[in-house]
T-cell receptor
Framework: GAVVSQHPSWVICKSGTSVKIECRSL??????MFWYRQFPKQSLMLMAT?????????EQGVEKDKFLINHASLTLSTLTVTSAHPEDSSFYIC????????????FGAGSRLTVL | QKEVEQDPGPLSVPEGAIVSLNCTYS??????FMWYRQYSRKGPELLMY????GNKEDGRFTAQVDKSSKYISLFIRDSQPSDSATYLC?????????????FGKGTLLTVNP
C-alpha cells in the first residue's frame, strides 16, 4: 500500500531556531500533501495544503511566514518551523492522497517537535 | 458547537468485549466518513471508510453511519489488547479533489488482557 515517510520522527531545538521536517511519498506521486498539527489529547488540525509547483494554501489562523512549506517534487514536501518557540511544540503529521481514487489519505508517522 | 464531537474517554474494556465508539457531527454536507486508529506517538492509519449512510464490515470491525441523526459508530468485536489505541473519526464533504478532513478528538481505548 501507499507509504508516507516523515523525517525526523522527533526533534528538540532551542527557542529561536528553525526546524525542517520532510514528508515523502515512497511508492507513489503526490501533487498534493497535507500538514496537520496535533496537540496532546487534541484532534488533528489541518495547517496547510502543500501543492507541487505552487504556493501552499494555509488554513485560517496559521502563520504562513512562520510555517514555511515547500513542495519541490512529486514525492517531497517540507515544513520549516521558523524562529520556533515553546508554544510550537507539537506533533506534526503529513499526509497524502493514496492515489487509489478512493479519496483516502495516507498519513506519515509524525514528527514530534519540542522547543526548549 | 464543534463540527465533530467525540468522547475522548478513556475507555477500558476486558479482552473479548464488544467496543462501541461514536461521533456526532453538525455539518450535513459531510458525505464521507472514516475511522482512523492511532497508536501512541504514531500517525493515524485508516481502518474503515464509508460513503453516506449504511453499514460496512471488515473482519472484527463494523462501521455504521446514520446521516439522519448525524451519528457514526465503530464497533469492534472480540477486542484484543493490540486494539489498544486512540480511535479518531474523520469526515469530509463531497469527493473529487477535496481531501480536507475534519477530525474528532479521538477516543483512547485500552483492552486489558
Amino acid at each position: 500500500g501507499a507509504v508516507v515517510s516523515q523525517h525526523p520522527s522527533w526533534v528538540i531545538c532551542k527557542s529561536g531556531t528553525s526546524v525542517k521536517i520532510e514528508c515523502r511519498s515512497l511508492d507513489f506521486q503526490a501533487t498534493t500533501m497535507f500538514w496537520y498539527r496535533q496537540f496532546p489529547k487534541q484532534s488533528l488540525m489541518l495547517m496547510a495544503t502543500s501543492n507541487e509547483g505552487s504556493k501552499a494554501t494555509y488554513e485560517q489562523g496559521v502563520e504562513k511566514d512562520k510555517f514555511l512549506i515547500n513542495h519541490a517534487s512529486l514525492t517531497l514536501s517540507t515544513l520549516t518551523v521558523t524562529s520556533a518557540h515553546p508554544e510550537d511544540s507539537s506533533f506534526y503529521i503529513c499526509s497524502a492522497p493514496d492515489g487509489s481514487g478512493a479519496n483516502v489519505l495516507t498519513f506519515g508517522a509524525g514528527s514530534r517537535l519540542t522547543v526548549l | 458547537q464543534k463540527e465533530v464531537e467525540q468522547d475522548p474517554g478513556p475507555l477500558s474494556v476486558p479482552e473479548g468485549a464488544i467496543v462501541s465508539l461514536n461521533c456526532t457531527y453538525s455539518n450535513s454536507a459531510f458525505q464521507y466518513f472514516m475511522w482512523y486508529r492511532q497508536y501512541s506517538r504514531k500517525g493515524p492509519e485508516l481502518l474503515m471508510y464509508t460513503y453516506s449512510s449504511g453499514n460496512k464490515e471488515d473482519g472484527r470491525f463494523t462501521a455504521q453511519v446514520d446521516k439522519s441523526s448525524k451519528y457514526i459508530s465503530l464497533f469492534i468485536r472480540d477486542s484484543q489488547p493490540s486494539d489498544s489505541a486512540t480511535y479518531l473519526c474523520a469526515m469530509k464533504n463531497s469527493g473529487g479533489s477535496n481531501y480536507k478532513l475534519t477530525f474528532g478528538k479521538g477516543t483512547l481505548l485500552t483492552v486489558n488482557p
